[in-house]
């Protein structure tokens, strides 16, 4: 057995359940590509500092590109017994170079390697959800732009309540979707700040130039506090709070797209191409991935949920237990990429019912039950009842004529709805 790269003074090496039970190689090799990005920008740094010289500089970037390679090609041998993804490469490393690579290590640990990598790893990844986000936005407003005019029920307790336009409730979500973005890129911008140089936890006494490190890595700055920068993992809690929010948004968006898929709602219709069938009821038409968005979002709420609970007791600084903060975060991030996806997929493949909806309207909508009587009368008959009639009642009754008069700010009236509409149709790029 390889000795560890810690295990100088000891003298015997661990079990091999310890060694399967603290490994971390099985899933954090997914930061590898963040990992040797930190360790060029660390190595050009030492060299410059005078640390290391600009040869040994050369081997080892030398040495991060061919792993990488390797890596890529599916052709590098990741080790158990070289615990996490920080010790492979940087041990492979030794084996491709030698001694230069041996001090790459100077003025660094991998307390403070772990978060920069991951720090770097949860950018791309705010980067790419709010990419699917947008893309969600766009089929919302593509399947607005389609169907002008369809009034539908609006709700409230699940009762009928007032008609509002389709429009406006699609644009609804396309608010709350705009909404989570934001939340990411605002902790984007909290996020974006280098851990690396903190060291163990102390930072240290060589003249290493944190500066240099962050802005080739494009952080805004080093952190200010070695021990915050190696302790803290309140970058990805605020991910993960961010990814539930919008997880809880795509599933209220499933709840209500399920229910209008069922035989008792009718107003919405999926095309096979997003819709299971039954093994054994032939007549079914299931909305499953719908359903399925609505499910994970209990994943998505759940690796918030433990991360959280990971770092409630921890003293300061680094302790073991941050390893566990990994696979929920590549937990969270996979499952919201699937779901905002898969809704964008949805929504582009579904049609919506005008009949159903329009036998829907009228029944239990308080308003125009009576409007729809009263528009049947004549004016003469409406004066009996109240001289105030005049012609232009008519332009107030009906469900239509309703719809219209919402005309103020923010709205469901068509012309409030068709500016919400040009406004998205302009920040979206539609036009
Ligand atoms: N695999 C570890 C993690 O993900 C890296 C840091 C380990 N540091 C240590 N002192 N054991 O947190």
């Known amino acids: 057995k390889e000795a560890k790269l810690w295990g100088g003074r000891f003298e015997e090496s661990v079990t091999d359940a310890v060694e399967k039970f603290t490994e971390s190689i099985s899933f954090d090799k997914a930061l590898y590509k963040h990992d040797i990005m930190g360790s060029r920008a660390h190595a050009a740094m030492l060299a410059r500092q005078g640390l290391i010289t600009d040869s040994d500089r050369d081997s080892i970037l030398k040495g991060l590109d061919e792993i990488e390679r390797q890596i890529e090609r599916g052709e590098f041998a990741w080790r158990t017994d070289r615990e996490d993804v920080h010790m ?16 790459l290590h100077t003025a660094r640990s991998r307390n403070d390697q772990v978060c920069t990598d991951f720090r770097l790893w949860c950018r791309d990844a705010i980067d ?142 999926p095309s096979d191409s997003v819709s299971t ?16 968005v609505r499910g994970k979002s209990a994943r998505v709420v ?10 409630k007791g921890l003293p300061h600084a680094y302790n073991r237990d941050l390893q566990e903060d990994k696979e929920p975060v590549f937990d969270s991030v ?57 012609e232009d009642v008519y332009e107030f009754l009906g469900v239509e004529n309703s719809i219209k008069k919402f005309s103020s700010y923010g709205s469901t009236g068509s012309e409030c709805v068709s500016s919400q509409l040009d406004y998205w149709v302009a920040k979206l790029d539609l036009s």
């Not at 069938?277 to 399925?292: A, C, F, T, V, Y």
């Not at 759940?302 to 770092?311: K, M, T």
């Open 277 to 292: 069938g039954s093994s054994i009821m032939p007549q079914k038409k299931n909305p499953d991935p719908m359903e399925l």
């Open 334 to 390: 996979k499952t919201i990429m699937g779901m905002l996806e898969v809704s964008a997929e949805f929504a582009d493949n579904i049609t919506f019912n005008q009949e159903r909806i329009q036998n829907a309207l009228p029944a239990g909508l308080l308003l125009s039950v009576f409007q729809e009587k009263l528009q049947d009368l004549s004016l003469a008959e409406l004066r009996s009842i109240s001289t105030a009639f005049d």
């Open 88 to 103: 492979n490469i940087e041990a492979a490393l030794t084996d491709l170079v030698g001694e230069p690579a041996k001090k």
């Open 128 to 269: 790419a959800i709010v990419s699917r986000i947008k893309h969600l936005q766009v089929s919302l407003v593509k399947l607005a732009l389609k169907n002008e005019g369809l009034i539908v029920p609006g709700y409230t307790h699940l009762q009928r309540a007032q008609p509002v336009l389709l429009q406006h409730l699609l644009l609804a979500y396309v608010e709350q979707l705009e909404r989570d973005a934001s939340r990411l890129l605002d902790c984007r911008v909290r996020m974006n700040f280098c851990p690396l140089g903190a060291c163990a936890l102390a930072g240290t006494g060589l003249p290493i130039d944190r500066f240099m490190t962050s802005e080739a890595l494009g952080f805004t700055a080093p952190m200010r506090n070695s021990i915050d920068a190696v302790s803290d993992r309140d970058f990805v809690l605020e991910l993960l709070s961010a990814n539930s929010i919008t997880a809880i948004h795509l599933s209220r968006l499933g709840e209500e797209w399920v229910l209008w898929a069922s035989e008792e709602f009718g107003f919405l219709t």
């Open 302 to 311: 759940g690796d918030l949920v433990s991360l959280l609970v990971l770092c």
